[in-house]
């Protein structure tokens, strides 16, 4: 099943965490690579750092929980929410999904 995390940060305390923390959130990326398909920033129309998007592959949105907790980016407060919604993909690379058709 996959899954769409939107993250909305804490906008005053998100450079001095993401300079500290980006690292360690990277290897986390890279340790569960298998599981989150797709990661990065998002931004403002001016540019400035919002939040952030997962695409996770998981059975569940349990497991896609214990992700965000696992996440070093979690305990340190720059994220003010997160929202995880369940997501069906029926195009890609200019193709529709067969199921979908």
């Known amino acids: 099943m996959l899954f769409v995390v939107l993250f909305e940060d804490e906008v005053s305390r998100g450079e001095e965490i993401r ?12 340790r569960n690579a298998s599981t989150i398909k797709a990661a990065g920033p998002l931004l403002e129309g001016d540019g400035t750092p919002a939040g952030g998007l997962w695409v996770v592959q998981a059975a569940d949105r349990e ?26 993909q029926v195009f890609a690379d200019g193709l529709r999904d067969g199921a979908q058709a």
């Open 19 to 30: 300079r500290r923390h980006m690292k360690a959130h990277m290897d986390f990326l890279e």
């Open 63 to 88: 497991h896609v929980e214990s992700l965000i907790r696992e996440d070093p980016f979690w305990p340190t407060g720059l994220r003010r929410s997160r929202r995880i919604l369940a997501w069906t």
